[in-house]
Each structure stands twice: as C-alpha cells, then as structure tokens.
C-alpha cells in the first residue's frame, strides 16, 4: 500500500481547513435599538450558513481525496497467468472438476455433479471460480449449462 501524492495533498489541504473553520466560530453581533440608542450585544460561537456549506464541501472532498490517496498495489491480473500457474492455486476439489471437465471434453453440469459426487452448490461455486480464471466456459442450453474446457496446459 502506497500514497498517491495529489491525492495526499489534497487531503491534507482539505483537512487543515476544515480543522481551522470548524474550530474558529464566528461572533454574530446583534444590535438593537432601546430608546433612541443603539445596543449592540455580541453572540459569540455561531455558524453562518455559508460556513456550514464550506465545511460540509470539504468534508465530502477530505473524505473522497482520503479514499483516492491510499493506492493498494495491484496483484498479477489472473489473464497474465498461465493455465499452470492458474492450476497451481486451485483447492484439490476444485481441480478435480477441472480435470472432469478436461477429459470429458464437453459435459453437461448435471452429468458433473454426478461424476464428481459434489453438492450442486458446491459445484456451482467452483465453476464460476473457474469461469473467472478463463479457464472454462459455461454455455447455457435449455435449463442446462454446457461446460467446457477453454485453456489447457501446453
């Protein structure tokens, strides 16, 4: 995890002010008329609207500048992978439906759960885990998914 400069000085900046207006109020002052002469009667610790409207603004950017400033270094794309790579970080379970997919060449995934012996759901999760690496393709057919091997070991 790195900081991303203007992000970080924008934080920064957004911060010190909010911190400067929020702790210094203005004195409002009051001024009446009793009898020919004025009063003025100072009321102090108040927020004019305008105020309310800047803090409110520089919250909304010190939070938004705070959240774009703290960069998480990205991991290798999953694409970039090879298939042994990719292999290499599947559970045992879930490489077991992967080599049943391989080696049935095409399979319907009703016709998986039965060779594998796995839950439906289970099934399912490992199957979009392998979609999302690119390593399968599920294809509907009815009310079927037809599931095939895209990328294999060379």
């Known amino acids: 995890m790195r900081l991303n400069p203007p992000w970080?000085?924008?934080m920064i900046i957004s911060g010190i002010l909010l911190i400067v207006i929020v702790l210094t109020p203005r004195?409002?002052?009051?001024?009446?008329e009793e009898s020919g002469s004025p009063k003025v009667y100072?009321?102090?610790?108040?927020?004019?609207?305008?105020?309310i409207i800047v803090v409110c603004l520089l919250s909304i950017?010190?939070?938004?500048?705070?959240?774009?400033a703290i960069v998480i270094e990205e991991k290798t794309p999953l694409g970039r992978l090879g298939v042994s790579e990719l292999l290499?970080?599947?559970k045992p379970d879930e490489l077991k439906i992967y080599e049943t997919i391989k080696n049935s060449g095409v399979i319907l995934q009703s016709e998986l759960i039965e060779k594998t012996g796995f839950s439906t759901a289970k099934v399912s999760q490992v199957l979009n885990l392998l979609e999302a690496y690119?390593?399968?393709?599920?294809?509907?057919k009815g009310r079927e998914n037809?599931?095939?091997v895209v990328r294999e070991e060379v």
């Open 8 to 10: 970080a000085i924008l």
């Open 27 to 32: 004195i409002f002052e009051l001024k009446i």
């Open 42 to 51: 100072p009321i102090p610790n108040v927020y004019t609207f305008n105020d």
């Open 61 to 68: 950017t010190f939070g938004y500048s705070m959240f774009r």
């Open 88 to 90: 290499r970080l599947l």
């Open 134 to 140: 690119g390593l399968i393709e599920k294809k509907k």
């Open 146 to 148: 037809v599931l095939r």
